[in-house]
């Protein structure tokens, strides 16, 4: 029987938002496990590594080049039984490296009802039937839009920017402004409902704007940044300062001048994510990924790499497996206003609440050296049941994790550093770029080769987590 380790060769996309050349993670990583005569442009942008088996970019085996979809469904052992046939003998989750130059679309991804509507309706735009929930974990400083903003930052947006009230109108604003006063953070059911309806009111009535309209009140507000600074935007509010805004609004204009998004802004949390965190996004949920290397560590850092080949990514990211992106904004792709508008949530919280709380990874065992050296093992456990992360940090050579069996699929990237990995009697060379399959039931370990060694393992494993359609 074969061993179930299995190193992948794994495929990039080139995206006009991919970092160019050698400069992308995602390029670099996909030269580490190329077979067949890939090489990087230095001209041409790299944005996303795929791990899976996903038809549209498949995982294959290094040495056979099979599939790596072909294999699991060959052999259920590898994926279990129980998993295989829930995920039709598929993987369950997509596993990706994302890089990072310029803003990604305002989107969100449907729930699994809308998205076999969507597919059903319109497949060219729509390719899957399945829903998307993911999972992003920074390895470099991040920032993003994630979810709507507390109700109360969203008011003092609408009457501390005079082109964003604009573009609402004023009926609109007024209503808004109206249906949530003094409950903005009221906690009845009723209440709850008839805030969603007023934001939902808001957020349409600006997504609808007329492109004349947009282009003329983006020139007012792009002015009104770089002349107001730290008094932009009524000085900005409790989460984000005027001159914070006002320069988020000049570098996204700059990327993409009249956008929409400019004002989408306002009503999205801005986040900015440090090394190590990370935030969940459910089906239906807005979002736009906006760079990574935010912070002023970010370009200290960046400086001091620029003339070393040892980069690292920007984003870790894993979901399910679905290719559906619903977007409207900050894209020159296919744009879907009334299907965003209509199947969003609506709900609004701090960005606190949808970032993450990462705890250590109980079913590993460290040897003395790791432990000695202060190794980790760090687990990142959404509330659905296709896939949880495990990021692992080995800091002296020597140092050594078992991972403990679990009963469904893995597939494990390394991020920096380089070692060895083992299941049974085989062992393989693991470098920075490596991608490799462990199958169900089998433990694996982990040995580092020098004093930063760095990898990343998305597995699935039924635990009483939710499923796609929302039962447990």
């Known amino acids: 029987m074969q061993v179930p380790l299995i190193r992948l060769e794994c495929g990039v996309n080139s995206y006009d938002w991919g970092k160019v050349g050698k400069d992308s993670a995602a390029a670099r990583y996909a030269a580490a496990t190329a077979v067949n005569g890939f090489s990087i442009q230095d001209e041409k942008p790299y944005a996303e590594l795929w791990m899976g088996t996903h038809p549209s970019l498949p995982s294959k085996d290094f040495e056979t080049q099979r599939t790596l979809l072909d294999l699991v469904q060959d052999n259920q052992a590898l994926m279990s039984q129980e998993i295989g046939k829930r995920y039709e003998g598929k993987l369950p989750f997509l596993f990706k490296v994302l890089s990072i130059r310029k803003a990604l679309s305002i989107q969100a991804h449907p729930n699994k009802k809308l998205a076999e509507r969507l597919h059903d309706k319109d497949p060219k735009n729509y390719p ?122 000049v570098r996204l204009n700059s990327q993409f001048e009249g956008d929409i998004g400019l004002f989408v802004l306002f009503f999205l949390n801005y986040v900015k994510l440090e090394i190590g965190e990370a935030m969940f996004l459910k089906a239906d949920d807005i979002h736009a990924y906006l760079s990574g290397g935010w912070s002023n560590s970010a370009s200290i850092y960046y400086s001091a790499q620029s003339t070393s080949t040892n980069f690292i990514t920007d984003i870790i990211e894993c979901m399910a497996s679905s290719d559906n992106v619903v977007r409207a904004g900050f894209t020159p792709k296919f744009q879907d206003i009334p299907t965003l508008t209509n199947m969003l949530t609506y709900s609004y919280a701090p960005i606190s609440e949808q970032k993450m709380s990462p705890v250590d990874y109980p079913y590993a065992t460290f040897n003395k050296e790791a432990y000695s050296s202060g190794s980790t093992a760090v687990l990142y456990d959404p509330p659905i049941e296709e896939f949880s992360v495990v990021r692992t940090e080995l800091k002296k050579p020597g140092a050594r994790i078992l991972f403990h069996p679990v009963e469904g699929p893995s597939i494990l990237l390394c991020t920096k550093g380089s070692g060895k990995i083992s299941v049974g009697p085989k062992v393989q060379e693991i470098k920075e770029g490596y991608v490799f399959f462990i199958g169900a039931t089998a433990g694996a370990v982990l040995e580092s080769g020098e004093d930063n060694f760095t990898t990343f393992k998305a597995f699935c494993e039924l635990n009483d987590k939710e499923s796609a359609d929302g039962k447990l």
């Open 128 to 249: 899957d039937d399945n829903h998307k929930p993911e999972m992003t974990i920074a390895v470099t400083p991040f920032d993003g839009l994630c979810g709507f903003r507390p109700l109360v930052e969203i008011s003092h947006f609408l009457s501390a920017v005079p082109s964003l009230r604009k573009l609402v109108g004023e009926s609109a604003a007024t209503n808004f402004e109206d249906a949530t006063r003094e409950k903005e953070t009221a906690s009845s059911e009723q209440d709850i409902k008839s805030n969603k309806k007023a934001l939902q009111a808001a957020f349409s009535a600006l997504m609808n704007s007329e492109k004349s309209s947009v282009s003329a009140a983006a020139r007012e507000l792009v002015a009104s940044a770089k002349a107001d600074g730290e008094s932009f935007a009524g000085g900005g509010g409790p989460s984000n300062g005027g001159e914070e805004l006002a320069n988020l609004v």
